[in-house]
C-alpha cells in the first residue's frame, strides 16, 4: 500500500513494518520527554495561615456635603493653528454648555483641576497652561487643523 504522508518532518512513502516502529518509537520518546518534563518541576505547596486581621480605618464622613462643580468650554477651530511657536487662544472664543460664548474660563484653584481635550483626545498636562483669560499651547511641531473640536472642561470641588 502506497501512501504518501508527512509525519514529523519526514516523508513515508510505504507503511512499512520499519517505518511504523519507527513511527511508534518516535511517539514514546515524545511521550516520555514530556513526562519527565512535568517530574522535573516541582510545584510549592500551598498552605493557608491565619494571618490576625487587622481593622479598617474608621470611615470619616464629613459635616457637610462635598460638591463637584463642572464647566465645559467648546471652540471649533475656524483656520489652522501652527504650533512651531505655540499658540494662545483667549477665552472669549469659546462658548459654555449653554452655548452663550464666555468672557472668561472659570478655574477652581486649589480645589479643582482643568482637562484640555484636542479632537476629542485628553492632551497630557504639560502642553498647555491655562488662565481665566486664556489658553496657551507650548511650542510644538504639529498643527490644529480647521474643524477641529478644542474642548477644556473645568471641576472643582467645594464643600456646603
Known sequence: MKAKQQSYGVTINKWSDKNMVNY?????????WACDCEDRFIWPHITVSTIPTVAPPPV???NGEIIPTVNRYFYIVTS?????????LPAN?????NGNPIPEFSIF????????YINGVMQEGGIYTITTTSLTLNPY????YRG???IIESLGFSTK
Open 141 to 144: 511641531n504639529s498643527t490644529i
Open 60 to 62: 470619616i464622613v464629613p
Open 80 to 88: 489652522d493653528i501652527d504650533l512651531t511657536n505655540g499658540a494662545t
Open 24 to 32: 511508534r518509537k518516535h511517539r514514546k520518546i515524545e511521550r516520555q
Open 148 to 150: 477641529t473640536p478644542i
Open 109 to 116: 484653584n486649589p480645589n479643582g483641576y482643568v482637562n484640555l
Open 93 to 97: 472664543l469659546f462658548f459654555h454648555d
